[in-house]
C-alpha cells in the first residue's frame, strides 16, 4: 500500500498466445487452471495454453460460497470427491500459496424423517469408504451451532457432520494454480474468448478466439455454464442446462458461527468468513439462462429460511448479492469425458458444486487429456453413461436443491 502499488510482484506472466500448443485449455476458472498445472506438474505437459474471455477466476471459481466436503453418497463421486480432499489438505503447500482452507467442518441438516434416513444411509455409505461423516442429534447440532433455532418450521431433527470439510478462498485457489501452472510454463491468457472449435478429418486442430485461430493437438474445454455453448462449436449436444444460482454476503460482525451449515430442504447455507461477513447461499432459480444474477423471490425465500433457523440475524444488514451460471446435470454429477471429436475433451456439469473438486477435476482431468483415457476415478464420469443408462445420481448430496 505504501509503495502505491508499484512494487508488486507479478504472479504470472501475460504472454501473446502462440500460433500453436500442445494443448488449448478453454476456460481459466480454478478447473482449467488446475488442469493446467497438472498437465505440467504429473505430465510433463508444459506447451499449454489457458484462453480465458475475462479475468482468471471471474466466473463460478469467484461466485461460489467456497464449501469443501465430499460426503457423496454413491462410490463413483465419494472417491472422487475424496480424492480432491485430499489434495485440498496439501495444497497450499503444494503451490507455495496460502489458500486459506479452513476444515472447520460442514453439517447438511435434516428435517424430516424420511431426510434423517436419508442422512444416515449416506453417513454409513460414507464411512464404508473411510471418509470421516456422522450423524449428529439435534442437541449435538445444537452443541455445534448454540445460535440455531432447532424448533423453527423447519425442525432440525439430525444432521450429518464432515469435521474434514470447510471453506477455502476462492480467489486465491484460481491464483494459486495460476502462478504455479505459469511457472512450470503454461501461458495463461486472459480476454481471449474462443469463438469457433476447429475440426479436420474427425479430429480437432485448433480454435478460433478474439486473438485469432491457435492450433492445437488437443482441446480441453472447462467453461462451467457455458458448456453447451461451447459444445455447440464442436457439433456435439450436452444433456447440460444453465441455471443460475445465487449467493449473498452480510455487513461483517464477530464471529458467532464457527462451522458450515447448510439445509438441502429449506435451500438455504450460511457460514462466516474469516472478515466476519456471513455468507449465504440458495437454491438455483428454476429458469435457464446466461445473465449472472437471479430473481428476488429466490433469494428473498432464502433469508426467511435463514431468519427461521437463526433468528439473532433478523436485524442484520445484507452488503452484497450476485449470481453464477451453474452447468447442471440429469444426474447431479459431472462429465469428465472425451468426446466424438478426437482430441476434444469436456469437463463440466458440476452444478451447483464444483468448487469443492477444483482441485481433484484439474488432477483426473489432467489425466485423461494426457493419456487420452480417463483416470479410474473419473471413468464412470464419461459422456457416453447417457447413452448406456449408467447414471449416478448424487441429486440427495447435492449441496443445493436442483
Ligand atoms: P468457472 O470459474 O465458471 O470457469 C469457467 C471459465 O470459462 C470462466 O472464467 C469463463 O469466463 C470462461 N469461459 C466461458 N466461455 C468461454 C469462452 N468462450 N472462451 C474462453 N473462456 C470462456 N461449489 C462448491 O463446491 N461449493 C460451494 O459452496 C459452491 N457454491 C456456489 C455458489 C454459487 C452462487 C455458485 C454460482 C456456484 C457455487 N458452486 C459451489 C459451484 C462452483 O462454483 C462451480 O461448480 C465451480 O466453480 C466451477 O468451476 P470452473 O472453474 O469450471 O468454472
Ligand atoms: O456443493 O457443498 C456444495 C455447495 C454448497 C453450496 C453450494 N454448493
Known amino acids: 500500500g505504501l509503495s502505491y502499488h508499484r512494487n508488486w510482484e507479478r504472479a504470472w506472466r501475460s504472454p501473446e498466445p502462440k500460433k500453436e500448443y500442445d494443448v488449448v485449455i ?3 476458472g480454478g478447473h482449467g487452471l488446475a488442469t493446467a498445472y497438472y498437465l505440467a506438474k504429473e505430465h510433463g505437459i508444459r506447451n499449454v495454453a489457458v484462453l480465458e474471455k475475462g479475468w482468471l477466476g471471474g466466473g463460478n471459481t469467484a461466485r461460489n460460497t467456497t464449501i469443501v466436503r465430499s460426503n457423496y453418497l454413491w462410490d463413483e ?5 475424496e480424492k480432491s480432499m485430499s489434495l485440498w489438505e496439501d495444497l497450499s503447500q503444494d503451490l507455495n500459496y496460502n489458500v486459506m482452507f479452513s476444515q472447520r467442518g460442514v453439517l447438511n441438516l435434516a428435517h424430516t424423517l424420511q431426510e434423517v434416513r436419508d442422512t444416515q444411509r449416506r453417513v454409513n455409505a460414507n464411512q464404508l469408504n473411510n471418509i470421516d461423516a456422522q450423524f449428529l442429534t439435534p442437541h449435538q447440532v445444537q452443541e455445534l451451532v448454540p445460535l440455531i433455532n432447532l424448533n423453527s418450521r423447519y425442525p432440525v431433527l439430525g444432521a450429518s457432520f464432515q469435521p474434514r470439510g470447510g471453506v477455502a478462498r476462492h480467489d486465491a485457489v484460481a491464483w494459486g494454480f495460476a502462478r504455479a501452472a505459469d511457472h512450470r510454463g503454461v501461458d495463461i491468457i486472459q480476454n481471449c474468448g474462443v469463438t469457433g472449435i476447429r475440426r479436420e478429418n474427425g479430429a480437432v486442430s485448433g480454435v478460433d478466439t478474439v486473438k485469432g485461430f491457435i492450433k492445437a493437438k488437443k482441446v480441453a474445454v472447462v467453461v462451467a455454464g457455458n458448456s453447451s455453448v461451447l459444445a ?9 442446462e444453465s ?7 452480510s455487513e461483517s460482525i464477530k464471529p458467532i458461527i464457527n462451522t458450515v451449515i447448510m439445509s438441502n430442504a429449506v435451500h438455504a447455507y450460511i457460514s ?8 449465504i447461499g440458495a437454491g438455483i432459480d428454476q429458469y435457464t439462462g446466461y445473465g449472472q444474477r437471479g430473481s428476488f423471490h429466490t433469494i428473498e425465500g432464502t433469508l426467511q429460511a435463514i431468519v427461521e433457523m437463526f433468528p439473532v440475524l433478523s436485524r442484520v444488514r445484507m452488503n452484497r448479492q450476485w449470481g453464477g451460471i451453474v452447468d447442471v446435470t440429469p444426474d447431479a454429477c459431472p462429465i469428465i469425458s472425451k468426446t466424438a471429436v478426437k482430441g476434444l475433451y469436456f469437463n463440466c456439469g458440476w452444478g451447483t458444486g464444483g468448487f469443492k473438486a477444483t482441485p481433484g477435476s484439474g488432477w483426473v482431468f489432467a489425466h485423461t487429456v494426457a493419456n487420452d483415457t480417463p483416470h479410474s476415478l473419473n471413468a464412470a464420469f464419461s459422456i457416453d453413461r447417457f447413452y448406456t443408462g ?3 445420481d448424487e441429486h440427495g448430496a447435492a449441496g443445493v436443491a436442483h
Open 26 to 28: 478453454v476456460g481459466g
Open 77 to 81: 463421486a465419494a472417491l472422487l470427491y
Open 232 to 240: 455447440e462449436m464442436a457439433g456435439i449436444r450436452l444433456p447440460i
Open 243 to 249: 441455471h443460475p444460482l445465487q449467493a449473498l454476503v
Open 272 to 279: 462466516q468468513s474469516d472478515k466476519g461477513d456471513l455468507v
Open 390 to 392: 449408467h447414471l449416478i
